[in-house]
Nanobody, 121 residues
Framework: QVQLVESGGGLVQPGGSLRLSCAAS????????MGWSRQAPGKQREWVAT???????NYADSVKGRFTISRDNAKNTVYLQMDSLKPEDTAVYYC???????????????WGQGTRVTVSS
């Protein structure tokens, strides 16, 4: 069993910063790609950023230059540093991880429960 738990969401003013964390735990043998997505009120979930096991990153155009994704492989944790936040960044942010659990030959994609980010003055 694998669990992902996000933290770090909250209320921030436009132009401010927040750092999200997502820790994976359980019977983990290896983690491949980790990432973040978000779902704004009334909209579909959209991809935000991913980081591979070797640290290479990709970003959605809407956050490029403002958000930074990183990971700590020793802690099975992925981070999302969000700077220059805008009201349109308001959403529930979800992390995901492609995990090979101990005793399994398959890779599965797991999701966290989400953490809410509100950007408002």
């Amino acid at each position: 069993q694998v669990q992902l738990v996000e933290s770090g969401g909250g209320l921030v003013q436009p132009g401010g910063s927040l750092r999200l964390s997502c820790a994976a735990s359980g019977t983990i043998l290896s983690i491949n790609t980790m990432g973040w997505s978000r779902q704004a009120p009334g909209k579909q979930r959209e991809w935000v950023a991913t980081v591979s096991k070797d640290g290479s990153t990709n970003y959605a155009d809407s956050v490029k230059g403002r958000f930074t994704i990183s990971r700590d492989n020793a802690k099975n944790t992925v981070y999302l540093q969000m700077d220059s936040l805008k009201p349109e960044d308001t959403a529930v942010y979800y992390c995901n991880a492609v995990v090979r659990a101990s005793g399994s030959t398959r890779w599965n994609n797991y999701w966290g429960q989400g953490t809410r980010v509100t950007v408002s003055s």
